[in-house]
């Protein structure tokens, strides 16, 4: 046998464990075990037909080489996309750190001190560098986050009475192509109706409820905005400003303007290019709005002693939580780079960022002056980093390709430059000696760079931002490295101990995937860079769609979705379209099982469908008859039916066939949720059990890390009739030849995470990820069984088998005062993560292993487990003063003077063997949600300044 297969890296448990595991579970091999779990009727006949698998070895060379087919130009294209220079620090300590990467969405604030602080870090930083009152911590991209703002808007205008009926929404001209066509796909299904214009003819009039621009424009002109927005709010309508980040450290922030809601991305906050993600966008609002705003807010609270701790605020403030109610549906974010990008302020303070900004103004007018000289007209009268020249584009275009230089052509007779963090003299020179040689002129030198600005006296920023301690004292990179280390070492991620978060498939993130995203062939590459530049890319992302539609048994792909929830709305979205191209302009209805993740009603009702809730039963199953009543009252109308397979309770429902096949009886195509899509691969596929379409969640099936709550990759999978309708991008067209418009920004979404799971799926080939997916469901099984007698399980297949996770009963444990999270706090003492709390069913724990633990780590958790029962047993429910109810404990708590508890400090923090060689602690004691929420404090500030006010 090989030993140098990835698989055996990828996949936990050892040859010599099996035969325990299997005789703890009571089958004698893997293949009888998935006989007894998965119906035999959606069994695969035949491998996956996919090319043999690489070793780490054959892949690292075999990235290389299509790396090569990548030609990285100097990019001045712009366009919400800039070149940005990672520093070292932060790439080697952040970027690719397992401590930092392998994180997940900081539910359990009490082990997730340190991104909590990293993320409170990024909103401080965009409230104030946009003047607004209080931001989110990240949205998936600058398009969709501007559909968010629109969303918004829409959202609140019914608070207003006048306005109630309205729904014409303006959007400049000047917003960016990406931005619009995201614009165009979001607003038509909930009923708003876009109008595209020049702001400064606008006329202001009662039928909008609001209006976006962009600042600078698309092209670079900077406008002052706050004549518009006074008008606008004369007219009671609400304004949404998409900024770029970097102007904003000189010119007047769209807050002072008195903008409602500010947008954008921080891509260039030492975000890598990608070709086109992942980066987080920003979305900061006004206090009024706070309980409309999409994705999720970190807050400032107290702990159990009333010490300062961070936790996600309001609720958890994710809006898909809603359910049907929702306006948006963003669950997995953009955390990791939003981290980065609050790092990249911290180390380069205030002062950093006004120097870079200048530096980019600098070199901006010096080429426009130059420029001018050499006799060519420069038309932007007011610049920040872009500028426009009248020029012959064909021909600057080839002396520019030549050099390995790209700008962007408007059209024949224009180009626009956009500058950035690293340009310098030398590349101005050499700039202005391309237009010079187009002329056929002397190239002039170039010395001194301008320093003067190219914008009005009046949008010169004058007040400060980022006085905060944190952007002011970690300027060395000594003292940067620690302070990262020091967040770090407050979380728990895979790299300490397993995550068996159900439903989130926290696997490893091998670092055989993850190297090549360090190298500039990957990740320096402009979205829009022309597709000749980028064939490494190409070859890369036609294959990955290649091996997932193997893997999905379907005809085609889109790799465009930045999460699975925005995977949910593309498939929505191309199923609109397609009962649409029929004639079936009625049909929108979507079904959906009581058990669905809240993403799957959510995007629903983004789509603009009418949702009907479907019954569960006892057993956890769809209630088929249900289903069946519905869809027949409903076949007029039906759309869809949204579907999770296995379902979210952790089965394998034997009736998916014939449910399947109900929904197409009756007119509807079926959306099948891929979240689970770990227990499929290489055993059964979506295509098999009779889906339409599917999303996966390529951060979690696929490897590639969560990253404390995103980035994400959400590709969704199509049968034939669906593929033409596959969405495009209007600046590089992507999609089917009925595309609809855009999903996200890029033409590709988040493609340089996309390598993950190439990497993923090359290295394992086909055995290997049946074997995966055999060994998810044997760790599953195993931790079943092991458990068994100390817990129930809920839901079990017929035969009595988990699929790839179970759900643990904790409803029962009231009786002793002990709720389900007491026991995930707990857990924190022996080192562990909380499973998923309370998904799909209230009062329960769903525990996910994932193929990747090997027997002693299954073994290590069922201990704690096992161990945490006999605690909760000890309980009563009149004394609320136990090791539970007191988790998770601290180091200060144990070491403190007095010990009040009435347990041991031992038990308390040393309840196993195990622990005493691998402590963690918890650096806070229980997080107080509810004063917090009272409180709500969004930046780190400190809490006294707010307290007053
Ligand atoms: C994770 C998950 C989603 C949402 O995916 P994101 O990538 O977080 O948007 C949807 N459905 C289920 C069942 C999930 O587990």
Redesign the pocket.
Same mark, same amino acid.
Request: charged share 20%.
């Given at each position: 046998m090989r030993t140098d297969a990835f698989a055996l890296r990828h996949i936990g448990p050892r040859e010599n464990d099996l035969q325990h595991m299997l005789k703890t579970i009571g089958v004698d091999s893997i293949e009888r075990l998935v006989y007894e779990t998965l119906p035999d009727d959606i069994r695969l006949k035949a491998p996956l037909q996919l090319d043999p698998a690489m070793t780490e070895y054959e892949f690292a060379n075999h990235i290389q080489e299509l790396g090569n087919k990548n030609k990285v130009f100097q990019s001045y294209i712009g366009l919400g996309y800039h070149q940005a220079i990672v520093p070292a620090v932060i790439q080697r300590n952040i970027f690719e750190n397992p401590g930092w990467y392998t994180a997940y969405t900081p539910y359990q604030a009490e082990i997730a001190q340190g991104r909590l602080e990293a993320i409170l870090n990024f909103q401080t930083m965009v409230i104030e560098l946009t003047g607004m009152e209080i931001a989110n911590a990240s949205l998936l991209d600058e398009g969709t986050a501007a559909a968010e703002a629109m969303a918004l808007l829409f959202d609140v205008r019914t608070r207003d009475q006048k306005k109630n009926n309205t729904n014409k929404f303006f959007v400049s001209e000047e917003i960016l192509p990406q931005t619009l066509s995201v614009l165009q796909t979001r607003s038509t299904p909930i009923g708003i109706e876009l109008v595209v214009g020049n702001h400064e003819t606008f006329e202001f009039s009662e039928e909008f409820f609001g209006a976006m621009l962009q600042y600078p424009g698309k092209f670079g002109q900077v406008y002052d905005y706050s004549q518009f927005i006074s008008k606008a709010a004369a007219n009671e309508i609400k304004v949404a400003v998409a900024a770029d980040i970097l102007s904003l450290t000189k010119l007047t922030p769209p807050g002072e303007m008195g903008a409602a809601v500010v947008i954008g991305t921080t891509q260039r906050f030492g975000i890598p290019l990608g070709y086109g993600g992942p980066h987080a966008a920003y979305f900061a609002t006004k206090e009024e709005y706070k309980r409309s705003m999409p994705g999720r807010i970190i807050g400032v609270t107290i702990d159990a002693n009333g010490n300062r701790a961070l936790r996600m605020a309001l609720g958890t403030r994710e809006q *898909?939580i809603k359910r049907e109610k929702a306006t948006s =549906?963003?669950?997995?974010a953009q955390v990791l780079l939003s981290v980065m990008a609050g790092m990249y302020a911290v180390y380069h303070g205030p002062k950093g960022l006004r120097y870079i900004a200048n530096k980019v103004h600098a070199v901006a007018a010096t080429t426009a002056n130059e420029l001018t000289k050499l006799g060519y007209e420069q038309t932007n009268s007011a610049f920040f980093d872009t500028i426009v020249v009248k020029a012959e584009a064909q021909k600057i275009k080839a002396v520019a390709e030549q050099n390995n230089i790209n700008f962007f052509y408007i059209d024949e007779a224009t180009v626009s430059i956009a500058f950035n963090e690293t340009t310098s003299i030398e590349d101005v020179a050499k700039i202005v000696s391309l237009f010079a040689a187009a002329k056929g002129t002397q190239t002039p030198e170039i010395t001194e760079l301008t320093v003067t600005n190219h914008f009005p006296e009046e949008l010169n920023r004058t007040s400060s931002f980022l006085q905060h301690d944190v952007f002011n004292k970690y300027h060395s990179e000594s003292a940067m490295m620690r302070y990262i280390k020091k967040l770090e070492r407050k979380d728990l991620s895979l790299n300490h101990s397993m995550i068996s978060l159900g +439903?989130?498939?926290m696997k490893l993130n091998a670092a055989s995937e993850m190297l090549p995203l360090s190298n500039p062939q990957w990740n320096n590459i402009h979205p829009f860079a022309p597709l000749d530049q980028a064939q490494g890319y190409q070859e890369m992302l036609r294959k990955l769609e290649q091996q997932l539609n193997v893997i999905t048994g379907f005809a085609g792909t889109t790799l465009q979705p930045n +999460?699975? %929830?925005?995977?949910?709305y593309a498939g929505l979205m191309v199923i609109r379209a397609y009962h649409q191209s029929r004639g079936d302009h009625h049909r929108n209805i979507a079904l959906i099982p009581s058990s %669905?993740?809240?993403?799957?009603p959510a995007s629903a009702a983004m789509a603009g469908m009418k949702i009907v809730v479907t019954k569960t039963l006892e057993n956890g199953n769809i209630d088929v008859e249900d289903l069946r009543e519905k869809a027949m009252l409903h076949k007029d109308n039906l759309s869809c039916l949204m579907v999770?397979y296995p379902s979210?309770h952790g089965v394998y429902e034997s009736a998916i066939i014939e449910i399947t096949k109900l929904i197409h009886d009756n007119g509807g195509q079926v959306y099948m949720?891929g %979240?689970?899509m770990n227990a499929q691969v290489g055993l059964t596929n979506p295509a098999t059990i009779g889906a339409d379409v599917c999303?996966l =969640?390529l *951060?979690?099936t696929f490897a590639i890390p969560h990253g404390g709550g995103?980035p994400?990759v959400?590709p969704i999978c199509v049968a034939p009739q669906l593929v033409p309708f596959l969405p495009t991008n209007p600046v590089i067209p992507t999609g089917g030849e009925h595309a609809i418009t855009a999903i996200s920004a890029a033409p590709w979404g988040s493609a340089l995470v996309c390598l993950i799971s190439y990497g993923y799926i090359s290295m394992l080939g086909a055995e290997g990820l049946k074997s995966a997916t055999e060994h998810a469901i044997l760790n599953a099984n195993y931790i079943k069984e092991k458990l068994n007698g100390h817990y129930d399980t809920l839901y079990s297949g017929e035969m009595g088998r988990a699929a790839h996770e179970m759900i643990l009963e904790c409803r029962p444990f009231k009786q002793k005062g002990i709720e389900v999270t007491d026991i995930a706090k707990r857990l924190m003492d022996y080192g562990f993560h909380a499973p998923t709390v309370s998904f799909p069913v209230a009062g329960t724990l769903m525990i996910e292993p994932t193929e990747s633990e090997n027997l002693e780590e299954l073994d290590r958790f069922c201990d704690a487990m096992i161990s945490i029962r006999k605690e909760i047993e000890a309980a009563t429910i009149e004394d609320s003063n136990n090791v539970l109810k007191n988790s998770p404990h601290t180091l200060a708590m144990l070491t403190a003077e007095t010990w009040d508890f009435p347990y041991s400090r031992e038990q308390a923090a040393f309840p196993l063997d195990y622990i005493a060689e691998n402590k963690f602690w918890p650096t806070v004691r229980r997080a107080d949600d509810a004063y917090g929420d009272r409180n709500l404090v969004c930046s780190c500030a400190p809490i006294e300044a707010y307290m007053e006010s």
């Amino acid at each position: 046998m090989r030993t140098d297969a990835f698989a055996l890296r990828h996949i936990g448990p050892r040859e010599n464990d099996l035969q325990h595991m299997l005789k703890t579970i009571g089958v004698d091999s893997i293949e009888r075990l998935v006989y007894e779990t998965l119906p035999d009727d959606i069994r695969l006949k035949a491998p996956l037909q996919l090319d043999p698998a690489m070793t780490e070895y054959e892949f690292a060379n075999h990235i290389q080489e299509l790396g090569n087919k990548n030609k990285v130009f100097q990019s001045y294209i712009g366009l919400g996309y800039h070149q940005a220079i990672v520093p070292a620090v932060i790439q080697r300590n952040i970027f690719e750190n397992p401590g930092w990467y392998t994180a997940y969405t900081p539910y359990q604030a009490e082990i997730a001190q340190g991104r909590l602080e990293a993320i409170l870090n990024f909103q401080t930083m965009v409230i104030e560098l946009t003047g607004m009152e209080i931001a989110n911590a990240s949205l998936l991209d600058e398009g969709t986050a501007a559909a968010e703002a629109m969303a918004l808007l829409f959202d609140v205008r019914t608070r207003d009475q006048k306005k109630n009926n309205t729904n014409k929404f303006f959007v400049s001209e000047e917003i960016l192509p990406q931005t619009l066509s995201v614009l165009q796909t979001r607003s038509t299904p909930i009923g708003i109706e876009l109008v595209v214009g020049n702001h400064e003819t606008f006329e202001f009039s009662e039928e909008f409820f609001g209006a976006m621009l962009q600042y600078p424009g698309k092209f670079g002109q900077v406008y002052d905005y706050s004549q518009f927005i006074s008008k606008a709010a004369a007219n009671e309508i609400k304004v949404a400003v998409a900024a770029d980040i970097l102007s904003l450290t000189k010119l007047t922030p769209p807050g002072e303007m008195g903008a409602a809601v500010v947008i954008g991305t921080t891509q260039r906050f030492g975000i890598p290019l990608g070709y086109g993600g992942p980066h987080a966008a920003y979305f900061a609002t006004k206090e009024e709005y706070k309980r409309s705003m999409p994705g999720r807010i970190i807050g400032v609270t107290i702990d159990a002693n009333g010490n300062r701790a961070l936790r996600m605020a309001l609720g958890t403030r994710e809006q *898909h939580i809603k359910r049907e109610k929702a306006t948006s =549906n963003i669950c997995t974010a953009q955390v990791l780079l939003s981290v980065m990008a609050g790092m990249y302020a911290v180390y380069h303070g205030p002062k950093g960022l006004r120097y870079i900004a200048n530096k980019v103004h600098a070199v901006a007018a010096t080429t426009a002056n130059e420029l001018t000289k050499l006799g060519y007209e420069q038309t932007n009268s007011a610049f920040f980093d872009t500028i426009v020249v009248k020029a012959e584009a064909q021909k600057i275009k080839a002396v520019a390709e030549q050099n390995n230089i790209n700008f962007f052509y408007i059209d024949e007779a224009t180009v626009s430059i956009a500058f950035n963090e690293t340009t310098s003299i030398e590349d101005v020179a050499k700039i202005v000696s391309l237009f010079a040689a187009a002329k056929g002129t002397q190239t002039p030198e170039i010395t001194e760079l301008t320093v003067t600005n190219h914008f009005p006296e009046e949008l010169n920023r004058t007040s400060s931002f980022l006085q905060h301690d944190v952007f002011n004292k970690y300027h060395s990179e000594s003292a940067m490295m620690r302070y990262i280390k020091k967040l770090e070492r407050k979380d728990l991620s895979l790299n300490h101990s397993m995550i068996s978060l159900g +439903s989130c498939t926290m696997k490893l993130n091998a670092a055989s995937e993850m190297l090549p995203l360090s190298n500039p062939q990957w990740n320096n590459i402009h979205p829009f860079a022309p597709l000749d530049q980028a064939q490494g890319y190409q070859e890369m992302l036609r294959k990955l769609e290649q091996q997932l539609n193997v893997i999905t048994g379907f005809a085609g792909t889109t790799l465009q979705p930045n +999460s699975g %929830a925005q995977g949910e709305y593309a498939g929505l979205m191309v199923i609109r379209a397609y009962h649409q191209s029929r004639g079936d302009h009625h049909r929108n209805i979507a079904l959906i099982p009581s058990s %669905a993740h809240g993403t799957n009603p959510a995007s629903a009702a983004m789509a603009g469908m009418k949702i009907v809730v479907t019954k569960t039963l006892e057993n956890g199953n769809i209630d088929v008859e249900d289903l069946r009543e519905k869809a027949m009252l409903h076949k007029d109308n039906l759309s869809c039916l949204m579907v999770t397979y296995p379902s979210t309770h952790g089965v394998y429902e034997s009736a998916i066939i014939e449910i399947t096949k109900l929904i197409h009886d009756n007119g509807g195509q079926v959306y099948m949720d891929g %979240a689970n899509m770990n227990a499929q691969v290489g055993l059964t596929n979506p295509a098999t059990i009779g889906a339409d379409v599917c999303h996966l =969640n390529l *951060h979690k099936t696929f490897a590639i890390p969560h990253g404390g709550g995103g980035p994400g990759v959400g590709p969704i999978c199509v049968a034939p009739q669906l593929v033409p309708f596959l969405p495009t991008n209007p600046v590089i067209p992507t999609g089917g030849e009925h595309a609809i418009t855009a999903i996200s920004a890029a033409p590709w979404g988040s493609a340089l995470v996309c390598l993950i799971s190439y990497g993923y799926i090359s290295m394992l080939g086909a055995e290997g990820l049946k074997s995966a997916t055999e060994h998810a469901i044997l760790n599953a099984n195993y931790i079943k069984e092991k458990l068994n007698g100390h817990y129930d399980t809920l839901y079990s297949g017929e035969m009595g088998r988990a699929a790839h996770e179970m759900i643990l009963e904790c409803r029962p444990f009231k009786q002793k005062g002990i709720e389900v999270t007491d026991i995930a706090k707990r857990l924190m003492d022996y080192g562990f993560h909380a499973p998923t709390v309370s998904f799909p069913v209230a009062g329960t724990l769903m525990i996910e292993p994932t193929e990747s633990e090997n027997l002693e780590e299954l073994d290590r958790f069922c201990d704690a487990m096992i161990s945490i029962r006999k605690e909760i047993e000890a309980a009563t429910i009149e004394d609320s003063n136990n090791v539970l109810k007191n988790s998770p404990h601290t180091l200060a708590m144990l070491t403190a003077e007095t010990w009040d508890f009435p347990y041991s400090r031992e038990q308390a923090a040393f309840p196993l063997d195990y622990i005493a060689e691998n402590k963690f602690w918890p650096t806070v004691r229980r997080a107080d949600d509810a004063y917090g929420d009272r409180n709500l404090v969004c930046s780190c500030a400190p809490i006294e300044a707010y307290m007053e006010s």
